[in-house]
């Protein structure tokens, strides 16, 4: 009897026991019910915090969301901000909105041009203070907004992209207007920022991607006159850039939108704003094929006021409309492994936001 209790308790160390006043489930053990509670969708987990303390307890020390990673499970969800009243997050399964805390910020911050980025579990906010670059971030775990620490190098108008907990920033101009040639890395677990190597030009007005393992850097402006063409490629290897000339042929212009690209199963995708096509890139040949055509104008702004994304194995695309009934904003999905029919792409109205404007301030997509 007393080496079967020890067995047991070696076994049970750090998990509830069956039928324990303190488990998860009273009849499983705790391991047993999460592998359950991961499957449990990421807009119910408000619900299931207030079950109980260890519910609640399981939700806040994010738990659920390591394992779901360790087991590849992951949702899409759609963050946009296109009215003053704030962040709303969209789940396309469910077709439900969810309106997130305002930003504890200052009015400099407040009513300054932002860019976004959702890496892991977090959503980042970069704007500008008084006096300096901030960063807020959102924590899915917490649901709450939190000041994030400074980069190395703090910009704006910067290149920047997300693969799980890591995320990668490149160019922009520093707050005396300085375009940057500099790049880093944040990772969302340790919460800090590393500085990369140089890239090989300095730019700003420009868009990055991860695509086979690798980040990039596309299009933009290395100077209010000087549109750059090229492309630069990370290995993470190596920790070398290579430049690839002729990678973004559509030259930016200063009053141009950053280049609109989206990566889905490795795929580059872009918009051409005077055409409102969607092109899709040859990476053995450097060149672009066009494919058809946006849902929504792109050209009538430049480019500015719409979201161009990948939303798992779909490219989303976020943009105004006006009609009989007022303004709106509409969520379109196309799924690059439907194909192309005569020349058309089949884009799927996933949900209208009416009332909401026609202008989309920041989008982001958060998996995980």
């Known amino acids: 009897m007393g080496s079967m209790g020890g067995d047991n308790d070696g076994r049970s160390r750090g998990r509830s026991r069956v039928g324990s006043s303190d488990s998860l489930f009273p009849a499983f053990h705790d391991d047993v019910a999460l592998n359950c509670l991961v499957w449990v969708r990421l807009s119910d987990y408000v619900s299931l915090a207030r079950v109980n303390r260890k519910f609640n307890s399981l939700i806040k020390r994010g738990d659920l969301y390591k394992l779901r990673k360790q087991m590849g499970i992951s949702e899409h969800w759609v963050y946009v901000v296109c009215d003053p009243r704030g962040w709303e997050a969209f789940d396309p399964s469910t077709k439900k909105w969810m309106k997130l805390p305002k930003i504890p910020c200052d009015e400099c911050f407040k009513h300054s041009d932002k860019e976004s980025l959702a890496v892991g579990s977090e959503l980042l906010v970069f704007g500008r203070e008084l006096m300096e670059f901030a960063i807020w971030k959102y924590s899915l775990v917490r649901r709450n907004w939190i000041k994030c620490h400074s980069m190395n190098l703090p910009r704006c108008l910067f290149a920047s992209s997300s693969s799980g907990s890591i995320a990668v920033v490149a160019g922009g101009s520093d707050k005396n207007g300085n375009v940057l040639k500099s790049a880093e890395l944040y990772n ?181």
């Open 188 to 368: 969302s677990e340790l919460g800090n920022w590393e500085l990369l190597p140089d890239m090989n030009s300095p730019r700003k007005l420009c868009s990055g991607f991860f695509m086979d393992g690798k980040f990039y850097v596309i299009g933009g402006m290395s100077s209010p006159t000087e549109p750059l063409t090229s492309g630069e490629e990370y290995d993470f290897q190596t920790r070398e850039w290579k430049k690839i000339e002729g990678m973004y042929p559509n030259e930016n212009r200063a009053a141009q939108a950053p280049p609109l690209v989206a990566v889905v199963d490795n795929q580059l995708y872009a918009v051409e704003y005077l055409t409102n096509m969607v092109k899709r890139y040859n990476k053995e040949k450097n060149n672009w094929k066009v494919l058809g055509r946006l849902p929504v104008r792109a050209d009538s702004s430049n480019g500015w006021g719409l979201a161009f994304k990948a939303c798992g194995d779909q490219l989303l695309v976020v943009g105004g409309q006006r009609g009989p009934e007022g303004e709106g904003i509409v969520l379109n999905s196309w799924r690059p492994n439907s194909g192309v029919n005569g020349g058309a792409l089949f884009w799927e109205v996933l949900d209208v936001k009416e009332n909401a404007g026609v202008f989309v301030y920041n989008c982001a997509v958060m998996g995980c």
